[in-house]
């Protein structure tokens, strides 16, 4: 996949559309792929199997757009005027790639300052996933503070990981079996772009471990607009990626045979464009009984604390003697 975000600026000749003609189409692409849900009787939508992706290695689809999908789904039936403040969602089933994924939504509550809707994914009859959503109206804040930002070089400063893959295929000690792996990532059409800020770590190309964090500059590709939901959505989609993977970092030499989300929950804290730039840090306080606990936080560019992230995740595997590529 190309980067957008590395590729020179172009100069623009009279009849060469400017970046800001673009949009409505790079809009159109991303609500109508990863987001796209057909309305197919009140508080049902459907998701096609073919706009659903299964990451490489894998053995469902990937958790965060079944988790984006949904909200998108219980924002169609709320007022514009309410926005979501925090949902919490359970992984009951992989879901299946093959498959299309119906989402049910139940209008809990409307209230004047809350809304609640609870929504559940299914495939064949079957639940896989279940969400309840809480919305707010916007309010002015009687009491406002937040912990501070880490303190980081910004996006231009680091690789992404298109790059740093690319890169990868060039060295010598990158075996077949992962190279084959590679070329497989690459070649599929994700709608983010990601910075790891420590690419070794992350790679778990070797070393003594370290503690359990991992940072990244994360942003959308193209342009997504204004739409408060359709961000929050995009949000919820990409705040699934990597972000268990912060619990690996004490043991690089642990080989993973499962890896998968239980459970997800999110806040929202101010309002963001998720095609800007956003740190996300992400770091696994505790590990046990084969269960990882995640926390992150997405932060914007400013310093503003805009979304945070708690998951719990199983992790199956063995310390083998030696990491290998």
């Known amino acids: 996949m190309s980067s957008s975000g590395d590729d020179p600026t172009p100069s623009h000749s009279p009849n060469t559309l400017t970046p800001d003609e673009f949009k409505p189409d790079l809009e159109k692409s991303l609500t109508d792929s990863i987001l796209k849900l057909e309305e197919i009787d009140t508080n049902l939508y459907r998701a096609s199997s073919s706009d659903l992706w299964r990451p490489v290695g894998s053995r469902a689809v990937f958790g965060g757009q079944i988790i984006g999908q949904a909200l998108a789904a219980t924002g169609r039936t709320v007022p514009d005027h309410m926005f979501t403040h925090s949902l919490h969602s359970y992984f009951i089933r992989p879901g299946n790639a093959d498959q299309n994924i119906v989402y049910k939504v139940d209008r809990i509550r409307d209230g004047t300052s809350f809304s609640t809707r609870y929504v559940q994914a299914n495939q064949s009859g079957k639940p896989i996933f279940s969400m309840q959503v809480s919305y707010h109206v916007k309010e002015e804040a009687s009491l406002s503070y937040q ?78 607009g204004s739409d408060v939901n359709i961000n929050q959505s995009i949000a919820a989609y990409l705040s699934d990626m990597w972000l268990l993977w912060s619990a690996l970092v004490p043991f690089p030499s642990f080989k993973t045979d499962m890896m998968a989300s239980l459970d997800h929950s999110m806040w929202f804290h101010s309002p963001f464009n998720a095609d800007e730039w956003m740190l996300y840090e992400c770091e696994s306080p505790i590990s046990c009984g084969s269960r990882s606990l995640a926390h992150g936080r997405l932060w914007k560019e400013d310093g503003t604390l805009a979304v945070s992230v708690s998951q719990e995740g199983l992790i199956r595997g063995k310390t083998i003697e030696k990491s290998k590529l």
Not at 179 to 201: C, F, G, H, N
């Open 147 to 224: 912990i501070p930002m880490p303190s980081v070089e910004g996006p231009d400063a680091y690789k992404n990981m298109e790059s740093l893959l690319n890169e990868f295929l060039q060295m010598d000690f990158v075996g077949e079996k992962k190279r084959s792996s590679i070329k497989k990532y690459l070649a599929q059409d994700i709608p983010l772009e990601m910075k790891p800020l420590d690419p070794i770590t992350h790679f778990r190309l070797g070393g003594p471990g370290g503690d359990p964090k991992l940072l990244y500059w994360v942003r959308a590709k193209g342009h997504i």
